[in-house]
């Protein structure tokens, strides 16, 4: 099956500085790629996705780019506030099913 | 729109009792997921539904787990004999059913087992 790796555990940085979770996965027939976000307590929120189609999207501060050929996909986060600490999960899943991979997650700390 | 729902928000079970965690999708949502939460394996998937038919239950332990979806308006997971190492929070989440498009996840149940 599908194996998602998150390369980062955690991360710091700086109120207002970039922050970029970087992400692997195996299997070459996944094409969607969500990013999800969990604060304390609560439950995953989605944050925004990419499918295979594209290698490149943005919404606001948040950017992702996908890499086929190197089965890499990451997340950028630009501007960053405090309110954007909290894991952050990356995920794969192929067309034929509903079925999300999930990565360890990345714990994002933005210091004021 | 409440969200998900998940019932109760934290239960505290001995070892070798019955656990039942409920789910109330998203009105509308045909698509019902199961996921465990811990610190040392992360999100694991359990099983999912789409139209209340089981699709894919690949990530359930095979004894004492059980998951069922009587109405479009609820799913429950049900953990037998309660063991120490099924301490987890359980998600449950939902979707409208097409593939690849986001979930929409409950605040989970932390379940503790003595």
């Known amino acids: 099956g599908e194996k998602v790796e998150q390369h980062e555990s955690t991360l710091s940085v700086r109120e207002g500085d970039s922050a970029v979770i970087n992400c692997t996965y195996t299997?070459?027939?996944?094409?969607?790629f969500p990013w999800y976000k969990q604060e304390a307590g609560k439950g995953l929120h989605f944050v925004i996705d990419?499918?295979?189609?594209?290698d490149r999207k943005q919404s606001q501060r948040l950017i992702v780019l996908l890499d086929k050929k190197a089965k890499r996909f990451s997340l950028h986060i630009t501007a960053t506030q405090p309110e954007d600490s909290a894991i952050y999960f990356c995920?794969?899943?192929?067309?034929?099913?509903?079925?999300?991979?999930f990565g360890d997650g990345t714990q994002l700390v933005v210091k004021p | 729109n409440a969200g998900v729902i998940q019932t109760p928000r934290h239960k505290v079970t001995g070892k070798g009792q019955e656990a039942t965690l409920w789910c109330e999708p998203i009105?509308?949502?045909?698509?019902v997921f199961w996921y465990r939460q811990t610190i040392v394996q992360g999100l694991e998937f359990l099983t999912y539904?789409?139209?209340?038919?089981?699709?894919?239950d690949s990530g359930m332990p095979k004894e004492r787990f059980s998951a069922q979806m009587p109405n479009q308006s609820h799913s429950t997971l049900k953990i037998q004999s309660t063991q120490p190492q099924d301490s987890a929070v359980y998600l449950c989440?939902?979707?409208?059913?097409?593939?690849?498009?986001?979930?929409?996840f409950g605040h989970g149940t932390k379940l503790s087992v003595l």
């Open positions: 299997d070459t027939a996944s094409s969607y």
């Open positions: 009105s509308g949502h045909s698509a």
């Open positions: 995920a794969a899943s192929k067309n034929n099913n509903n079925r999300i991979f």
């Open positions: 990419i499918r295979s189609n594209v």
């Open positions: 539904f789409r139209n209340q038919a089981p699709i894919d």
């Open positions: 989440a939902s979707s409208f059913g097409t593939i690849n498009e986001r979930l929409f």
